[in-house]
């Protein structure tokens, strides 16, 4: 065994461990550097210098770029160190729109967390912030303003590293530099999928969730609509601190009793649609796999993925499952049931999700014109919704969603994690009922957080190889291998890291992922029912609503768009 | 458009770089050659052949000055604005050609597209200071009413020919 290896920091030995960079050692002895264009999850760049420190020799380097080695000495807290910070940021208020008051990311942007923590009390040069009326509003998913932004490439980095989208980079160079799609195209006509991600890791106001809380507002003022919500899984264990929440705790209950005080009159859960889902896309596996049938099966949940494949894989699309997602199941039925009611429905949506929204406005999921699910909003929304209404919402009494969409399975739950669909339709299939079967779903290699997991699993004479992916980038590598002929039967893609859990419109935190993720297993552990098909609702909904129209209200048929 | 454009050109390009990522700069600057400019259509084609983001082409296409996304002149006329040519004035040169072909900082090129007018850091060719190019072609020592009479040579030139 090597000898250990330390260095100083502040005058502490500290020992190096296979860290990357200095500023995880200096986290080790609990001092926070400040940031704005590191991130763990993507390269290097070293461009904001927020995290400077200086070396015994009075030499000055970033922290973030720079490997540990034995025997250096560094500060992280100098006179002169503090000076730099505070030009740093003066130099990024001149460049930078103020009017914080008004802006969507008030109280959550990282440059006026840094204002604050270094005493920022003037700016000393005069402002020139671009003109925040050149937003681009034409994504139905994002907003952006370059009046906001602070060009730390954090959004680019995540958009081509993590998600292969290559929607946005920089353009032009020095004091003309900007983040652009190709020639300024609006992101409507850009390669986005709306997976949010930009929004999520964005450090300003510069991208942000599109906000749709007016219309719903709106709607619940309106004594002639009735108004439904439906509440998806991974909305449930991301409330978080915003409302005095624990991180990944489920408060369900107290959403759902937000939403009737807000002046809902139906309350569901996806994830009871999430459970029809799990029926109706493992009976077209097994179609499949039967019958020889197009594979691998890819599900086709998230609406992120499915841009995707329709602007840079369009020949996978037959591949991809002809299951509606959960949401638009959810909002199918509703529709279906209040039709020729003698009040107009009004269905929204609460998602972790910003692709959700464009997959809500889709032309294939308009009937007569009305869109199932009449508007999306994102937790991040809901946040704002509730605090808008001035409920105190640690103080709620938790209540339970309403009848004839009552009752969950844990299989629906854990679709708002990666390798939840996956187990939910293991479940399905698994001919062993006993609760040995169900820890024999949950060990079959489809959990945890990595990108890119795969398994195979036995299914009479044959072995299934079954491939778990998450984060758009991980799902090119794995088409591309599916391309060069390698067979895979069932490939579960979700545009996210980590799943919905972790999607662009849920709050943002540094291992957000893992604790929701350990909320919604929590979730799942304690319902008495675990397999979507034991959910006896499930069987009423067939029964009473579907009975022999599935196709028509649960499936659709995406073609391609983007053929040139 | 896209219909129209004809890639034979480019195709002759990529297969000389070998399709290569890495070859993007030597790329554009030989399309940039023939065409003179950096043609939209070729963005996504390019995008398409090398397996890049069209966007990340942009992003190095707008970052050089050399490279030119809008259709340049006939005759592309260089003012050297180096520090030898700066301090031997030639910015009124620049000023005299930009007004006598109604030009400017951000209006490059005159809308029947025959002159360019842009300026270089340095030419190379310090003891001619002021200098100017027209297509690659050196002008030593020049001054305002020099390159007036230059641009009312070159337009008879144009008109004749």
Redesign the interface.
């Known amino acids: 065994m090597s000898e250990k290896q330390y260095m100083t920091i502040d005058g502490i030995p500290v020992e190096i461990n296979g860290e990357k960079n200095i500023l995880e050692l200096c986290q080790k002895i609990g001092v926070k550097m400040p940031t704005f264009c590191y991130h763990s999850d993507l390269s290097i760049y070293g461009a904001c210098r927020m995290c400077m420190v200086e070396n015994k020799w009075g030499g000055i380097e970033a922290a973030c770029s720079t490997p540990p080695r034995a025997g250096m000495e560094i500060k992280t807290n100098t006179e002169r160190l503090r000076r730099y910070r505070k030009n740093i940021l003066e130099l990024l208020l001149a460049n930078h729109c103020r009017d914080c008051t008004v802006c969507e990311n008030n109280q959550k942007c990282k440059l006026q967390e840094l204002a604050m923590r270094f005493n920022i009390e003037g700016v000393r040069f005069p402002n020139r912030a671009k003109s925040t009326k050149n937003d681009d509003t034409s994504s139905v998913c994002i907003v952006r303003d370059a009046g906001k932004c602070i060009l730390c490439g954090d959004c680019v980095r995540v958009c ?1 590293e993590i998600q292969n ?9 020095g004091s003309k530099m900007v983040i ?4 300024g195209k609006p992101l409507a006509e ?2 986005c999928v709306g997976c949010g991600q930009c929004a999520a890791v964005c450090p300003t106001g510069a991208i942000v969730v599109k906000n749709n809380i007016d219309c719903v507002w709106e709607a619940l003022d309106n004594p002639s609509v009735r108004t439904s919500v439906q509440i998806a899984p991974a909305v449930r264990v991301a409330i978080g601190k915003e409302l005095k929440c624990q991180d990944g705790e489920n408060v369900m209950g107290k959403i759902v009793a937000a939403l009737r005080r807000m002046g809902f009159d139906e309350v569901y859960d996806t994830t009871l649609s999430a459970d029809i889902t799990v029926m109706e896309e493992t009976a077209e596996f097994i179609e499949r796999l039967e019958n020889g049938g197009k594979l691998p099966l890819v599900t086709s949940c998230c609406p992120g993925w499915i841009q995707y494949a329709e602007k840079k894989h369009p020949e996978f699309l037959e591949n991809i499952s002809t299951c509606r997602s959960p949401m638009q199941m959810m909002g199918s039925l509703i529709k279906e049931q209040n039709k020729g009611a003698e009040k107009k429905m009004f269905h929204v949506a609460i998602m972790p999700c910003t692709a959700k929204k464009f997959e809500a406005s889709r032309p294939e999921f308009m009937k007569d014109g009305q869109p199932d699910v009449d508007a999306v909003i994102t937790t991040q929304e809901l946040i704002l919704m509730i605090k808008e209404s001035g409920l105190v919402f640690d103080e709620l009494e938790p209540e339970a969603v309403d009848m004839p969409f009552g009752a969950i399975s844990g299989a629906g739950v854990i679709f708002g994690v990666t390798g939840g669909v996956t187990e939910a339709v293991l479940r399905r299939v698994s001919e062993n009922k006993s609760r040995a079967g169900l820890l024999e779903a949950a060990n079959a290699g489809q959990r945890g957080m990595e990108g890119i997991k795969e398994f195979y699993l036995p299914y009479g004479e044959r072995q299934l190889h079954i491939a778990v992916v998450s984060g758009l980038g991980n799902a090119e590598r794995v088409l591309l291998r599916a391309s060069a002929g390698e067979h895979f039967d069932f490939i579960e893609i979700m545009a996210c890291p980590g799943g919905c859990v972790n999607g662009g419109g849920q709050p943002y935190f540094s291992n957000a992922k893992e604790a929701r993720s350990k909320g919604l297993y929590e979730v799942d552990r304690m319902q008495s029912i675990r397999r979507s098909q034991e959910n006896p609702i499930v069987n009423s909904v067939y029964k009473k609503i579907i009975k022999d129209r599935a196709h028509e209200l649960l499936h659709v048929h995406y073609t391609a768009k983007h053929e ?1 | 458009m896209k219909a129209s454009f004809d890639f034979s050109i480019v195709d002759e390009i990529l297969s000389s770089y070998k399709c290569s990522q890495q070859a993007i700069i030597a790329i554009l600057q030989d399309i940039q050659e023939h065409y003179r400019y950096l043609p939209e259509e070729v963005f996504p084609y390019l995008a398409k052949k090398l397996g890049m983001s069209e966007v990340s082409i942009y992003s190095i296409a707008t970052f050089y000055e050399n490279f030119s996304l809008e259709p340049k002149g006939k005759y592309v006329i260089k003012i050297c604005d180096g520090t030898a040519c700066h301090v031997r004035r030639s910015i009124p040169i620049l000023e005299r050609i930009r007004s006598d072909l109604g030009l400017s900082e951000s209006k490059k090129t005159t809308d029947d597209r025959i002159f360019t007018v842009e300026t270089v850091s340095c030419l190379g060719a310090c003891g001619l200071a002021p200098v100017l190019t027209v297509n690659d072609v050196v002008y030593p020592e020049m001054t305002p009413d020099k390159a007036s009479a230059l641009i009312a040579q070159l337009k008879e030139e144009n008109a004749n020919a």
Not at chain 1, 165 to 173: K, L, N, Q, S
Not at chain 1, 180 to 183: C, M
């Open positions: 081509n989208v290559g929607a946005i980079d920089f353009a032009h160079r652009s799609t190709a020639f850009s390669p040139d």
